[in-house]
């Protein structure tokens, strides 16, 4: 590697830097954020490698450099190494200088970024869960506008059956009818109109999600584990992709966030609590099925019980580290193409 084009990418315009590695010359753009420009300044500006920050826009820069067949590499803004980044005076050239000169050292912290039909699912599965967030929305403004009004409503899932919905409709009255003395009918209508319009778009998205699962293998590899259903089956799969590029367990812990934080200084070493680094829907849809796989599968079972050890103050620590490990076992199981194998069981320890 001779040249180096580091891109600090912005919303409307860029700037490249063409780093000499050995003489250190540079050379500067400022272009317009769009694919011609991107395509005519690495064609233009020949470089061994173009480098630039991992941001919402990175999938078409990536395509369109994968179609030229040019290396690049995304830096990692969420690691620890760049956010130990100090400026003293911060412009778009320096931090375009910067990201050339750490990928010349060879130890800028680099992401993963998947091909486009992998980057489109893990888009398709954040919609989904955007659309199940403004349901329960939609749901807790609805219990509150009638809570206003001293009307009752069943709790839990009782007040979402299609009797209750009914009793419901008849309560509300569209907005252009509503009399001002009861405003509160045409909210609840509005919300009701919401409710149906988004439970419909759930369905399509489920639907959608459900065919691309019936030739995905390594979602079908993934629901073989008794407790795992298609929505965490096809979130783990999404987010690992290719289960080579992780070289052993404990960085797949560590890429999930399920890794305890650690400070070490001199005699102190110490551990405090999890990362939370990675995909925050995936780490709770983990801890929801090892709470609930504890009723079908005995491996999630007995290895909670074995690392709660009868102590209620370890529910929290033992359910995390019970995800842990099924994330991992998870990603053995893709990289080996193997369905799931009942581990051999050890006695439960109490005390």
């Given at each position: 590697?001779?040249?180096?084009?580091?891109?600090?990418l912005g919303k409307f315009k860029s700037v490249a830097c063409r780093y000499q590695i050995g003489?250190?010359?540079?050379?500067?753009?400022?272009?317009?954020?769009?694919?011609?420009?991107?395509?005519?300044?690495?064609?233009?500006?020949?470089?061994?490698?173009?480098?630039?920050?991992?941001?919402?826009?990175?999938?078409?820069?990536?395509?369109?450099?994968?179609?030229?067949?040019?290396?690049?590499?995304?830096?990692?803004?969420?690691?620890?190494?760049?956010?130990?980044?100090?400026?003293?005076?911060?412009?778009?050239?320096?931090?375009?200088?910067?990201?050339?000169?750490?990928?010349?050292?060879?130890?800028?912290?680099?992401?993963?970024?998947?091909?486009?039909?992998?980057?489109?699912?893990?888009?398709?599965?954040?919609?989904?869960?955007?659309?199940?967030?403004?349901?329960?929305?939609c749901k807790n403004t609805i219990r509150a506008l009638l809570d206003r009004q001293a009307l009752?409503?069943?709790?839990?899932?009782?007040?979402?059956?299609?009797?209750?919905?009914?009793?419901?409709?008849?309560?509300?009255?569209?907005?252009?009818?509503?009399?001002?003395?009861?405003?509160?009918?045409?909210?609840?209508?509005?919300?009701?109109?919401?409710?149906?319009?988004?439970?419909?778009?759930?369905?399509?998205?489920?639907?959608?999600?459900?065919?691309?699962?019936?030739?995905?293998?390594?979602?079908?590899?993934?629901?073989?584990?008794?407790?795992?259903?298609?929505?965490?089956?096809?979130?783990?799969?999404?987010?690992?992709?290719?289960?080579?590029?992780?070289?052993?367990?404990?960085?797949?812990?560590?890429?999930?966030?399920?890794?305890?934080?650690?400070?070490?200084?001199?005699?102190?070493?110490?551990?405090?609590?999890?990362?939370?680094?990675?995909?925050?829907?995936?780490?709770?849809?983990?801890?929801?099925?090892?709470?609930?796989?504890?009723?079908?599968?005995?491996?999630?079972?007995?290895?909670?019980?074995?690392?709660?050890?009868?102590?209620?103050?370890?529910?929290?620590?033992?359910?995390?580290?019970?995800?842990?490990?099924?994330?991992?076992?998870?990603?053995?199981?893709?990289?080996?193409?193997?369905?799931?194998?009942?581990?051999?069981?050890?006695?439960?320890?109490?005390?």
């Amino acid at each position: 590697m001779k040249t180096i084009m580091a891109i600090d990418l912005g919303k409307f315009k860029s700037v490249a830097c063409r780093y000499q590695i050995g003489s250190g010359a540079q050379e500067y753009w400022t272009i317009p954020t769009r694919p011609q420009a991107i395509h005519d300044l690495v064609v233009t500006h020949s470089a061994d490698c173009v480098v630039f920050e991992a941001c919402g826009i990175i999938g078409w820069i990536c395509d369109l450099l994968d179609d030229l067949e040019i290396d690049y590499r995304v830096a990692n803004t969420n690691s620890e190494e760049w956010r130990g980044k100090r400026l003293k005076k911060k412009t778009d050239r320096k931090d375009a200088l910067w990201l050339a000169r750490r990928t010349a050292l060879g130890d800028l912290p680099t992401v993963y970024v998947p091909g486009k039909a992998v980057r489109e699912k893990r888009a398709l599965i954040n919609e989904r869960k955007s659309i199940v967030e403004r349901i329960t929305q939609c749901k807790n403004t609805i219990r509150a506008l009638l809570d206003r009004q001293a009307l009752p409503m069943p709790s839990g899932k009782n007040g979402w059956s299609q009797k209750q919905i009914a009793h419901l409709r008849s309560l509300a009255c569209p907005m252009a009818e509503v009399p001002v003395e009861a405003l509160w009918r045409g909210s609840l209508w509005v919300e009701l109109e919401l409710l149906h319009t988004l439970g419909e778009l759930l369905l399509v998205i489920d639907n959608k999600l459900h065919a691309l699962n019936q030739t995905d293998r390594h979602v079908q590899l993934l629901t073989t584990i008794p407790g795992v259903g298609e929505r965490t089956a096809e979130a783990v799969a999404a987010l690992i992709d290719n289960p080579h590029r992780f070289q052993n367990c404990k960085q797949v812990g560590c890429y999930i966030g399920m890794t305890p934080r650690q400070y070490q200084s001199g005699t102190i070493d110490r551990q405090g609590r999890i990362s939370k680094d990675g995909n925050r829907l995936l780490r709770s849809l983990l801890v929801e099925i090892c709470w609930l796989g504890q009723r079908t599968n005995p491996w999630i079972r007995e290895t909670y019980q074995r690392i709660r050890r009868d102590s209620k103050t370890r529910s929290k620590i033992a359910i995390i580290a019970v995800a842990r490990r099924l994330f991992v076992r998870m990603w053995a199981m893709l990289r080996d193409g193997t369905p799931w194998q009942m581990p051999p069981l050890k006695a439960a320890v109490s005390g």
